[in-house]
Nanobody, 128 residues
Framework: QVQLAESGGGLVQAGDSLRLSCAAS????????VGWFRQAPGKEREFVAA????????DYADSLKGRFTVSRDNVKNTVYLQLNSLKPEDTAIYYC?????????????????????WGQGTQVTVSS
């Protein structure tokens, strides 16, 4: 059974940092591009970041560049999202997602239509 499991969320203060992890249960994880998305209460899910199969390419939502960093360790079947200088508006459930078909070379941002698997999400709450 294919599973993605996020962890690392929590309650922090503005300005703090968190590192989210997304652990995959399947051996072919390195064949998937991985994205992070988030959904705040009352808002639509939005793209946060994505990383290529090898980890050599990445993409970020424009408003998050410089604060968030995505990385992966294919030996550990894990993708990470480092969140720095957190703000109250970063409060959301963060989801990781794996896509077998997405290609960075298209120049298109990863979207939900390209996702094969979703994790269950991890809550990040930032207090002011």
């Amino acid at each position: 059974q294919v599973q993605l499991a996020e962890s690392g969320g929590g309650l922090v203060q503005a300005g703090d940092s968190l590192r989210l992890s997304c652990a995959a249960s399947f051996r072919t994880f390195s064949r998937y591009a991985v994205g992070w998305f988030r959904q705040a209460p009352g808002k639509e899910r939005e793209f946060v970041a994505a990383i290529s199969r090898s980890g050599g390419s990445s993409d970020y939502a424009d408003s998050l560049k410089g604060r968030f960093t995505v990385s992966r360790d294919n030996v550990k079947n894990t993708v990470y999202l480092q969140l720095n200088s957190l703000k109250p508006e970063d409060t959301a459930i963060y989801y990781c997602a794996a896509s077998s078909g997405y290609r960075f070379t298209t120049g298109q941002r990863m979207g939900a239509r390209e996702i094969d698997y979703w994790g269950q999400g991890t809550q990040v709450t930032v207090s002011s």
